[in-house]
Structures are given as structure tokens and as C-alpha cells.
């Protein structure tokens, strides 16, 4: 029967982890380990692992179909929908996700104190952060094509009289007048010596175009609240707050003008970072950047993103700073690693203990610190068709024992859909599990797996949503009766001794784990035939006795039918006589 679920933090945080289990290719070099599974169609996530003389460095790449405005987007999102503050990548995400399956990044470098982007932030055509002076901007085409460029912003106003400069949501330095938006926060910033303009009704602030509204209320010193749909128009010292006293009274219009230069004023979106890392295909070793010499040469955690010749998008996160782990990267081998993966134009992203990777509103990387850090802002990558966790389980075994019996099946939509849902297993069998209108979230399936009959099965869920755009998405699962009731006894000595069955002969490894998967022993590797089966631990780890305390054994079993495999806990306490 079809359930349907809200989707909670826990149901991401357990997809994140399924995905990791179900890996679908690995690879080993004397100097590298790469690990690639698939996020959602058209989605795929390496994890890779090189080992340098001077210690690990852990990479995290995500690879995504290019933008097409349709079904998968990129855009930036600000922590809190406000410039001031900041929030965790994961809060982020599953907050603008709108349903849609997504993966997130750490975006522009911020103030630690305010959480001010230091640099662009352009939300669907909209300023809302002016660019970084001396820094590169990336800019994102309604296409889905980067580029990159060194922006300038040129702000005026003008009342009954001349046109005067200004700038965009920072406060300025004396004498100079701020135009202060929603986006910045609920109020200006407290200040003295100040006059501000409040206008109730404001157009949002697009680049090259006039900004009309009328003043309702001019005040002496700040803070002054900020008129959803409105601006304030703030002015310092002497000679600027008589200007906006005598041009700007209640009642009168103003004009304000934004201008970017290069004109960026057709790009959807952009946001601040840098520096450029690869341009047409080479990694740029300098790029004359006004970056302090430590923040890019020092190895450390980093994001970056990049674009390959055929459109698609690289999201790449550089881990740290552990000498046991991953000691991160400087600048320039940042620009290395995406230029040998193939991007042809790459930007620099935030680097330190906020650089981080999420899908679904969990993370991908390893955060830097015991908690993750806190940012200022990111880039999402939104998947807006179906999209089909990882089954609850890889290997059904529905042998009796009570264990692996069902499969749980998950799917989300972002949009209404007409949804057709089936499983296709051996000998051309195919059954419908739904078939019908849904609404957008998270749906369950569940499949008794004792109708099944043995081997690979794979899950389909085809979606045709309300735009009339369809979309397919799969998982596949086995059904495999080798393996059933395992257990574990103790002796007479106080030794773990684990039973289990198998239906048909089949290659056994039993390993001995603590319960965070360090591997403590190997035991009983080799051919077995059918039948009952034990293997006995003798309670050591290599020559010295194992400590008290709790134990995994773990069974797997390689047969004719495939891989499957069997845990469970046990409570180990040392006999003295041992």
C-alpha cells in the first residue's frame, strides 16, 4: 500500500547513508581510491582518496548534467534569506530545496562577524551583494553556462537633484549614501550621524534598470526598518544628510540606478569567491587576485566549481585539515585537480571549516571541526524530477528468519506527477506497485520479498509532472536465500561462537568488527557447502587479547545466486583462563 511521509532531516540523513553504502563502481591505485555512486539521474558522487608524500587529501566530486532551467538548476541561496547571519549548509539546503532533491556547496567568502557575502550575490536577476573589488565573480546564464570576470558595480540616486553615488546593502564610509533592501536584513544598521529615507514601495534592485519609489518617512540616525517590497536610502555626514534632507523629503520620488561593469544585467545568478582556478583547460597558476598570500597558499578545506566542454557541472570539495585524514589543498592544486578532471573554466569557492558538500540536507564531506561550521551562502544544484533512494535493502533474504524479508522502496517528487512505479526481477517478471496522480514529497512502497523468486530485481519509477516533463529514476536490489539465521552463542570459555545457514555452497567471509567498523578479525575464508555452519572466535585481535565490550560479526556469502550477507551484535567478555 502507498504511504506517504513528510520528509524529515533523519529519511535524508538515512538516504546520504544508503547511497554510500550502494557505491556502484570503485577503483585502486598504488597512489589513489576512488569510490563513484549515483546521487539522482544524471548525478554522480566520487569520493577520492590520494595518497602524497605529504599525507591523504580527500576530494569530494559531484558531477551533474548541465542546468537547463527545467529539470535540474543552479542558483545560489542566502543563509536566512538575509545578508546579515549565517546558517549550516544542511539547514540551508533542506530549507530552499521546495521539495526538489538537491546538492548544496559552501559559496563566497563572508565576514565571520556580520555573515555579509564579501562578494556579488544575484538571485534570479535580482542584486542583492555588490561585487568584490579586485576578485573574480562567477556569473550563471539562464543556459547553465559560467562564466567568470572581474565585476564592478556602479550605484546613483537622484531626487529634485543631481545624480549622486551610492552603494548596495554595506555601509559606507562618510559622506557617502547606502541604498539598504530586504535583502540586507529587517533594519538598517545602527549608526549616528545618519538621515534615512524610507520607501515603502520599491522594485527590486536589477542591474540596469530605474528603480522608481516615493520617500513616506525621513528620520535622523538609524536603525530604521526595512519595508518588505521597500529600500531605505541612508546618507553620512554633514554635506550627504543635507543632500538627502533637502532632495529626498516625504513625497518626493526617487530614481536609483544599478549598473554592472562588464553588463551582467541577462545573467540569472551570480555569486562571489574566487580565484579563477582553470580557464580554457589549464589550471591559472596566478591570477593576480586580491587574495592575501596564506588564504591561497595554505592547504586547507575548500570548495570549488567547475564546467567540462559538454556543459556539465563539477561541485568539487577538498576536505580538512587532518594529517590523519586529509590535509587539504592549496589554491593552485585545487586548480590542478579540476583541470585533470576535465573542467575547462573553474572558480574558487569559500575555503576553511565552513567548505562542505550536501545532498539532501546531509553532508557528503567530513567537516573540518567537531560540528559543521556555520556559512554565509551556497550553490544548489536542484533536481526537480523523480528521484529513488537507495532500497532499504540491497539483499532481500526472505528465508524464514525473520531478517530481510520486505524492502522498503522510496521516492520523491518535487512537482504533482502522474507516477508509474513497478519492479522488474528474474524469469520477465514485472509487477506495479503504483500507477496514478501524486502529490510533491516523499512516497513508500513496500514489496514482500517471499513472492519473489531469486536474483537481481530492479525498481522504476516514472514520473510526468504537471509541466508535462517526465522523468525516470531506478534502483536496483537482489534476492538472495543463501544466507539466514545467524546467531551468536558463548561458550563455556566466554568465546563468541557465530551459526548461520546456507541453502546451496557458497564462498563464506566472517569478520569481527567493533561496532564503528574497525576490523578486529577475519575468521573462516573459504568454499562451504550447505548446511548448518559455525565459526568460532577466539577472542584476539592479531597476538594480544581482545578487550570486554560490544562486537559485530558480519557473514557474507558468494554464491551462484549472487552477494549476501548477515550482522549482528554481540557482548564480548574475556574468560581469564583464555
Not at 5 to 33: C, F, H, K, N
Not at 155 to 164: L, M, V
Request: proline letters at 7%; charged letters at 15%; aromatic letters at 6%.
Amino acid at each position: 500500500m502507498l504511504r506517504k511521509l513528510l520528509l524529515t532531516a533523519a529519511l535524508a540523513a538515512l538516504l546520504v547513508s544508503a547511497v554510500a553504502s550502494a557505491a556502484t563502481g570503485s577503483q585502486r591505485r598504488s597512489s589513489q581510491e576512488t569510490v563513484t555512486s549515483t546521487l539522482m539521474p544524471g548525478v554522480t558522487y566520487t569520493r577520492e582518496v590520494d595518497f602524497t608524500s605529504r599525507g591523504p587529501i580527500v576530494l569530494d566530486v559531484v558531477t551533474a548534467a548541465k542546468p537547463d532551467g527545467a529539470v535540474y538548476s543552479l542558483a545560489p541561496a542566502l543563509s536566512n534569506d538575509s545578508l546579515r547571519g549565517t546558517e549550516k549548509l544542511t539547514q540551508l539546503e533542506t530549507r530552499v530545496s521546495g521539495g526538489a532533491t538537491t546538492v548544496a556547496i559552501d559559496g563566497d567568502y563572508f565576514d565571520r562577524r556580520t555573515g555579509a557575502p564579501n562578494g556579488i550575490l544575484l538571485q534570479n536577476g535580482v542584486l542583492e551583494s555588490a561585487p568584490a573589488g579586485g576578485r573574480s565573480s562567477l556569473g550563471i546564464a539562464a543556459n547553465g553556462a559560467l562564466t567568470t570576470a572581474r565585476v564592478g558595480l556602479a550605484g546613483t540616486w537622484q531626487g529634485s537633484g543631481q545624480r549622486r553615488p551610492l552603494a548596495l546593502n554595506t555601509p559606507a564610509r562618510k559622506g557617502k549614501f547606502t541604498l539598504y533592501t530586504p535583502a540586507y536584513s529587517t533594519a538598517t544598521p545602527s549608526e549616528t550621524g545618519v538621515v534615512e529615507a524610507a520607501i515603502a514601495s520599491f522594485p527590486p534592485a536589477r542591474p540596469g534598470v530605474t528603480l522608481n519609489g516615493t520617500v513616506t518617512q525621513v528620520v535622523s540616525g538609524g536603525p530604521t526598518r526595512i519595508p518588505p517590497g521597500g529600500a531605505v536610502l541612508v546618507a553620512r555626514g554633514s554635506a550627504s544628510t543635507a543632500q538627502l534632507t533637502a532632495e529626498a523629503p516625504a513625497g518626493q520620488q526617487v530614481e536609483a540606478r544599478l549598473s554592472l561593469s562588464p553588463d551582467w544585467s541577462g545573467l540569472v545568478s551570480a555569486i562571489g569567491g574566487g580565484p579563477l582556478l582553470v580557464k580554457d583547460g589549464k589550471p591559472v597558476f596566478h591570477a593576480s587576485e586580491s587574495f592575501d598570500s596564506r588564504r591561497l597558499n595554505g592547504r586547507q578545506p575548500r570548495c570549488a566549481i567547475g564546467q567540462l566542454p559538454d556543459g556539465r557541472i563539477l561541485l568539487v570539495g577538498v576536505e580538512g585539515t587532518n594529517p590523519a585524514y586529509s590535509i587539504g589543498m592549496s589554491s593552485y592544486e585545487l586548480a590542478v585537480a579540476l583541470s585533470r578532471l576535465g573542467a575547462t573554466t573553474a572558480f574558487g569557492l569559500d575555503a576553511g571549516p565552513a567548505a562542505g558538500v550536501a545532498f539532501n540536507g546531509s553532508l557528503l564531506t567530513r567537516p573540518s571541526g567537531e560540528t559543521e561550521a556555520k556559512l554565509s551562502d551556497a550553490l544548489v544544484l536542484s533536481y526537480a524530477g523523480v528521484y529513488a533512494a537507495p532500497p532499504s535493502a540491497p539483499v532481500l533474504s526472505p528465508n524464514g528468519d525473520g531478517a530481510g524479508d520486505d524492502e522498503t522502496l522510496v521516492f520523491q517528487l518535487a512537482r504533482p506527477s502522474d507516477v508509474s512505479a513497478t519492479l522488474a526481477g528474474p524469469n520477465n517478471t514485472k509487477i506495479t506497485l503504483a500507477n496514478g496522480a501524486e502529490s510533491p514529497g516523499v512516497h513508500t512502497l513496500t514489496w514482500d520479498g517471499a513472492n519473489g523468486a531469486e536474483g537481481q530485481w530492479t525498481f522504476t519509477v516514472t514520473a510526468t509532472d504537471d509541466r508535462k516533463v517526465t522523468t525516470t529514476a531506478q534502483k536496483t536490489f537482489s534476492l538472495d536465500d543463501t544466507l539466514s539465521a545467524l546467531a551468536v552463542t558463548t561458550g563455556s570459555r566466554g568465546l563468541p561462537t557465530a551459526t548461520f545457514q546456507l541453502t546451496r555452497s557458497a564462498n563464506v567471509v566472517v569478520r569481527i568488527e567493533r561496532p564503528n567498523g574497525v576490523l578486529v578479525a577475519s575468521l573462516g575464508s573459504g568454499p562451504r557447502p550447505a548446511g548448518p555452519q559455525h565459526v568460532t572466535w577466539r577472542g584476539r585481535i592479531g597476538k594480544r587479547r581482545a578487550p570486554g565490550g560490544r562486537y559485530r560479526v558480519e557473514v557474507v556469502a558468494t554464491s551462484s545466486v549472487g552477494v549476501s550477507s548477515l550482522a549482528a551484535l554481540f557482548l564480548f567478555r574475556p574468560h581469564t583462563r583464555q
